[in-house]
């Protein structure tokens, strides 16, 4: 499976990224922000970080450079698109994701392990996942998803909401939401759920000694699904 | 032509900058402070002597680039 991930001004979990995708078996590229086009992919990855500085909005300046207009073919064509963190805020300015992550509730920046449920997996990216509750990492001080009332409603009926903030057993409550996000959103999905964007880094959860493993378990379901 | 452009968050979406702002002047002794909202400001130059031109101009910018509509109002001023 050939995956290409996007490197932004400010992006600093592409390197992250890069090496998750090869240590489970995609053939990965990484592709700069003013190319044209991208090289024949399966999956496109947009990393986490600060791209240019978080300025006006995070993801917003990102959002229009010059390679955002073949991600957006590929989506629209129905490559796998996967946004992390703030790869997630560039996918809702792209408006291929609906809504937009603002400010955390409480206006401190969070980094810490979550727990989050997986909510659907009639998708690429979560069918036959054997667990339904994973142990992630957040780094973030804009991952307060917000969406109108309609726009939740359509996330809703669609079964677009991908992933929430749990407790280790799944609960789902004010206290196991981090930073304020509506109905505990962590991650979305796009109508056809070929677009996926979520704030926490399944890539730094690949390593039993480091931190854990539920990413790999991540990846390799993907994997596991594209064969 | 400076086309000026402000841009605020819409009413019902919560503002915890502005809460915090709020809060602390509150503190400060301004207790009659009962509300905050944040927004940012913009200064545009733009290169035409039209007004109404580089205003519509200006528009196509809020909506495109400089306000997210899902949380933000605009208004050139």
């Not at chain 1, 939740?152 to 304020?180: H, R």
């Not at chain 2, 910018?61 to 050139?76: P, R, S, T």
Request: net charge neutral; glycine share 8%; hydrophobic share 35%.
């Amino acid at each position: 499976m050939r995956s290409s991930v996007i490197i932004f001004p400010g992006s600093n979990c592409d390197r992250d990224m890069d090496v998750a995708l090869k240590k489970f078996g995609f053939k990965n590229q990484m592709v700069w922000h003013n190319d044209q086009s991208i090289p024949k992919s399966d999956l496109i990855v947009l990393p986490g970080g600060f791209s240019y500085g978080d300025y006006l909005r995070c993801g917003s300046i990102a959002s229009k450079s010059k390679i955002i207009k073949s991600v957006i073919d590929f989506a629209n064509s129905g490559g796998l698109v996967l946004g992390i963190c703030n790869g997630f805020q560039i996918l809702t300015e792209t408006g291929l994701l609906n809504g937009i992550l603002q400010q955390n509730k409480f206006l401190n920046f969070i980094c810490s392990n979550v727990y989050v449920k997986v909510k659907d997996k009639q998708n690429k990216y979560f069918k036959y996942l054997k667990k339904d509750v994973l142990e992630l990492h957040i780094a973030h001080n804009e991952g307060n998803y917000f969406c109108s009332d309609d726009e939740l409603k359509s996330l809703e009926d669609n079964n677009q909401i991908a992933v929430t903030y749990c407790g280790e057993d799944g609960t789902e409550n004010e206290i196991t939401n981090p930073n304020g996000a509506i109905k505990n959103i962590a991650g979305i999905f796009n109508k056809n759920k070929n677009v996926l964007g979520m704030m926490p880094h399944p890539e730094r959860m690949i390593d039993k000694y480091l931190s854990g493993e539920d990413g790999s378990l991540f990846f390799k379901n993907i994997l596991d699904n594209f064969k | 032509m400076k086309i000026k452009v402000i841009v605020t968050l819409k009413n019902g979406v919560l503002d915890p900058q502005g809460k915090a702002i709020q809060q602390t002047l509150n503190g400060m002794n301004f207790g009659n402070v009962e509300d905050v909202r944040q927004g940012k400001y913009f200064e545009i130059e733009v290169k035409e002597k039209d007004e109404k031109k580089a205003k519509s101009l200006v528009d196509d910018m809020c909506k495109k680039l400089l306000a997210n509509l899902v949380i933000e109002d605009y208004k050139i001023v």
